[in-house]
């Protein structure tokens, strides 16, 4: 049989600090460009509402099919800080290729390649974080996750306003210029200051492989479902402010900016929580408060009862999406690149989800986009309560 070497980093550095960096670069870089995707391919690339919705739709696949794969492989081998580097230098070469080509072909390929690759960048990272503070035995794995995952909320509160800034002032080039530098500055810094851990060994591995297979299948279809409803609710907020309760524009982003804010400290408190109570415990409390929010937002009837209910939506968020990293890494502490990658890509199935449900609920009036929510949640919350463990009793 033969044995993966594991080369083990010294124990010296402390690769935490370069990764909140990494982290936040990255963050910043994909909440710079991809809010104002869809307007560039209309805008610089005169293209159709179906071609605008193809380009989105088979650039998600093909980021879900190159994630997981380079998922599963960086699990086998020492190449997860190289993994880490490639998908940096991909997205900086990405977006410098879309700040100067306006083809929309050429740009389709860029997207379902080096596109694709930078995807891998995110699940790496926290895989990377896990395994680092495994192998020091710190018990601190779930504070430190959810301390990466802030910075991506800390991205998203900063990054729009600046691409809007950009656009205006830079145009398309401007922005995704912008967006290049700081990919490859996320570059620089893992190839400076973070070691490379080693591979998985084989001997940790499970016997057949397999792992929880029945809890990971049920847990990763509730994250799609209660993402999903997140995903459905984002994006129907603006639409719902400013046509069902006759809100503005500007009230729609002080309430989807006010959620981002709040999930900052509640991010960072459910982490440092996660260290005493089991993550599938904060998960489903997450869930239950979930059905609370999209209850409370069927019967809202002002903006600023909407603004208050967001408190509830950063419970829901800080829980599943803080948290659900690390409740997906303990399904398979051996992997932690394929449990990341399948935490990522829960997500990414989500978004595709998104765009023909928030249709369904542009036929029945924006209120039901919660009502679908309420729908999800429930669902995504059963199938986590049948997500459980089974204990195998041995008969020897």
Same mark, same amino acid.
């Given at each position: 049989m033969a044995v993966v070497t594991e080369t083990v980093a010294p124990s010296a550095p402390r690769p935490f600090a370069?990764?909140?960096? /990494?982290? =936040?670069?990255?963050? #910043?870089?994909?909440?710079?460009a991809t809010p104002f995707m869809s307007l560039f391919l209309i805008k610089e690339l005169s293209a159709s509402p179906f071609a605008v919705g193809a380009f989105l739709l088979t650039t998600s696949l093909a980021a879900l099919a190159v994630s997981t794969v380079l998922g599963r492989w960086s699990d086998a081998r020492a190449v997860r800080r190289k993994l880490m580097v490639y998908g940096s230098l991909a997205g900086g070469v990405s977006f410098g290729l879309f700040a100067?080509?306006?083809?929309?072909?050429?740009?389709?390929?860029?997207?379902?390649t080096l596109a694709a690759v930078a995807s891998s960048l995110m699940p790496q990272m926290f895989a990377y974080a896990?395994?680092?503070?495994?192998?020091?035995? @710190? %018990?601190?794995?779930? =504070?430190?996750? @959810?301390?990466?995952?802030?910075?991506?909320?800390?991205?998203?509160?900063?990054?729009?306003?600046?691409?809007?800034?950009?656009?205006?002032?830079?145009?398309?080039?401007?922005? $995704?210029? *912008?967006?290049a530098v700081v990919y490859f500055v996320a570059a620089l810094v893992t190839v400076w200051a973070l070691p490379e851990l080693g591979g998985v060994g084989e001997s940790a591995r499970p016997a057949d492989g397999a792992g929880p297979r029945r809890e990971i299948v049920l847990?990763? =279809?509730?994250? *799609?479902?209660?993402?999903?409803?997140?995903?459905?609710? /984002?994006? %129907?907020?603006?639409?719902?402010?400013?046509?069902?309760?006759?809100?503005s524009t500007s009230d729609a982003g002080l309430v989807l900016g006010l959620c981002a804010?709040?999930?900052?400290? =509640?991010?960072?408190?459910?982490?440092?929580?996660?260290?005493?109570?089991?993550?599938?415990?904060? /998960? #489903? %409390?997450?869930?239950?408060?979930a059905l609370a929010y999209y209850g409370v937002m069927l019967l809202t009837t002002a903006t600023w009862q909407v603004a208050a209910a967001q408190a509830l939506h950063a419970v829901v968020i800080s829980a599943v999406m803080g948290v659900g990293i690390s409740y997906f890494q303990d399904l398979a502490p051996?992997?932690?690149?394929?449990?990341?990658?399948?935490?990522?890509?829960?997500?990414?199935?989500?978004a595709m989800l998104a765009g023909p449900l928030l249709a369904l609920a542009?036929? $029945?009036?924006?209120?039901?986009?919660?009502?679908?929510?309420? *729908?999800?949640?429930?669902?995504?919350?059963?199938?986590?309560?049948?997500?459980?463990?089974? /204990?195998?009793?041995?008969?020897?």
């Amino acid at each position: 049989m033969a044995v993966v070497t594991e080369t083990v980093a010294p124990s010296a550095p402390r690769p935490f600090a370069p990764l909140i960096a /990494v982290s =936040l670069l990255t963050g #910043l870089g994909y909440a710079l460009a991809t809010p104002f995707m869809s307007l560039f391919l209309i805008k610089e690339l005169s293209a159709s509402p179906f071609a605008v919705g193809a380009f989105l739709l088979t650039t998600s696949l093909a980021a879900l099919a190159v994630s997981t794969v380079l998922g599963r492989w960086s699990d086998a081998r020492a190449v997860r800080r190289k993994l880490m580097v490639y998908g940096s230098l991909a997205g900086g070469v990405s977006f410098g290729l879309f700040a100067v080509v306006r083809n929309y072909w050429l740009l389709l390929v860029v997207s379902l390649t080096l596109a694709a690759v930078a995807s891998s960048l995110m699940p790496q990272m926290f895989a990377y974080a896990r395994q680092a503070l495994e192998r020091t035995g @710190s %018990a601190r794995a779930p =504070l430190a996750i @959810s301390t990466l995952r802030t910075m991506l909320s800390v991205s998203w509160v900063g990054g729009p306003p600046v691409a809007a800034l950009l656009v205006d002032w830079s145009g398309f080039l401007g922005l $995704f210029a *912008v967006s290049a530098v700081v990919y490859f500055v996320a570059a620089l810094v893992t190839v400076w200051a973070l070691p490379e851990l080693g591979g998985v060994g084989e001997s940790a591995r499970p016997a057949d492989g397999a792992g929880p297979r029945r809890e990971i299948v049920l847990a990763a =279809l509730a994250f *799609v479902l209660l993402q999903g409803a997140t995903a459905v609710g /984002v994006y %129907a907020m603006p639409l719902y402010v400013t046509e069902v309760l006759h809100g503005s524009t500007s009230d729609a982003g002080l309430v989807l900016g006010l959620c981002a804010a709040l999930e900052i400290p =509640l991010m960072l408190g459910f982490g440092a929580l996660a260290m005493r109570v089991d993550h599938r415990v904060l /998960v #489903l %409390a997450g869930g239950a408060v979930a059905l609370a929010y999209y209850g409370v937002m069927l019967l809202t009837t002002a903006t600023w009862q909407v603004a208050a209910a967001q408190a509830l939506h950063a419970v829901v968020i800080s829980a599943v999406m803080g948290v659900g990293i690390s409740y997906f890494q303990d399904l398979a502490p051996d992997r932690p690149g394929y449990a990341t990658t399948l935490y990522s890509n829960t997500a990414k199935v989500s978004a595709m989800l998104a765009g023909p449900l928030l249709a369904l609920a542009q036929v $029945f009036g924006y209120r039901s986009a919660y009502g679908i929510g309420l *729908v999800m949640s429930a669902a995504g919350l059963a199938l986590l309560l049948l997500a459980r463990r089974r /204990v195998v009793k041995s008969t020897a």
